[in-house]
């Protein structure tokens, strides 16, 4: 069985909202101008584990590691590229009662979650959701009989609702036509989100119930809203959505028990509270969503200069990788304000540490900070202010003298920078 840890507690955040100092625009990317791009049915990281890794330049999985970095990403996790199929359930109970109706619950999510994917994938996931059952659907008990609570095992609290869920719905749904399965809780159910976020996801469940033939290996749960009371749930709520789907997708948590002080807001792994935000390289990597061209491999000792392009840019090289051993190494990439990335408040190259033997919520990733103690460079609620100036500029070194690694950024124009990697 696998899941995602517990989500913990956001810290809620309701300073002033301040503008936004942009930087650079560099070449915004909207969804609309990025197609989809063929269906690719046989790629995806499950599917072809050969496509994933460049030479040297690859991340084993750690053992026994539940969800970890590593390439390629074990059997059992959803596809993530090529057209996803997605059954939408909209579930409600008799102590709570649907509020409104089911597609209302639907549209708090679509079409902004198949949007948030062709984005970030560069049309390479073509996300489909479907609702055979447009109604809600009653469990056949109250919900406080499922003993629904942060962090609740998958047994017996879950196997129970999810056998509830196939039973009611099985009538009018053929699971085997989905790749996956979102279950949509009444907001009305459980406690507000503010106080404790319930929302998981069971991926990869080798245990899950089989219906229609197949197992539920990967279902994502949404409770209640996303609404820190500032405002702008109706275009950031639906982000807790395509996070959960990450966990399908073989993503692991990016936040820790001591909050969102690895990552920031640079992967909606990390926080997918707030503002819209895209995923680090390396995770479009595994996900399949990046050819192995865009890869650079800095394995050799010795100097060389690579050309690095804005993540949100659909061509041209988005990652240069520095391995440290087979299982962490450092990447390096170029985030700018466009595509997903809406609080890009110092464009630039960010740096960042990647484990695959550090497991899912506790800190498989850490993102190197080049102004450290600056308190960031955005106001933004419910963005992790520190990193948000983390991005190296021109004339900025990263230097990590333990392990000989040494990354200096040497020019950037029009968002493409030249940085310069050094190893001893
Ligand atoms: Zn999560």
Redesign the pocket.
Known sequence: MRR?PH?IRRIRRLGTLTALTALSFAALTTADEIPYAPNRTSAGPAAVPGRIGVGTCRLTPGPGVQMSEGTPTPPGYSRSTGEIRALNLMIDFSDAVGEGKALDRLAEFFPQTTDWFRTSSYGRLHYLPQTPVRDWLRMPLPFEEYAIERGAPYDPAYRKLVDDVIAVADPQVDFSAYDLVNVLVTPNAGPSALDTVLSV?FSGNAEAPVADGVPLANTSFVYSRQDDGSGTHAETGFRVLP??NG?VFGLP?LYTADGGGAVGHWDI?SEDWGVNNDLLAWHKWKLGWLDAQQIGCASAPGSTTYTLTPLARPDGPKMTYIPLSGNSGYAVEVRTRGGNDEAVCRPGVLIYRVHGDVDTGEGPVTVMDSQEDSGGCTRRPNVHAELSDAPYQPGQTFTDKENGVRIAVLSGRSGTYRIHVTRT
Do not use: A, L, V
């Open positions: 995602g989500r996801t996070h959960e966990h948590d792994m």
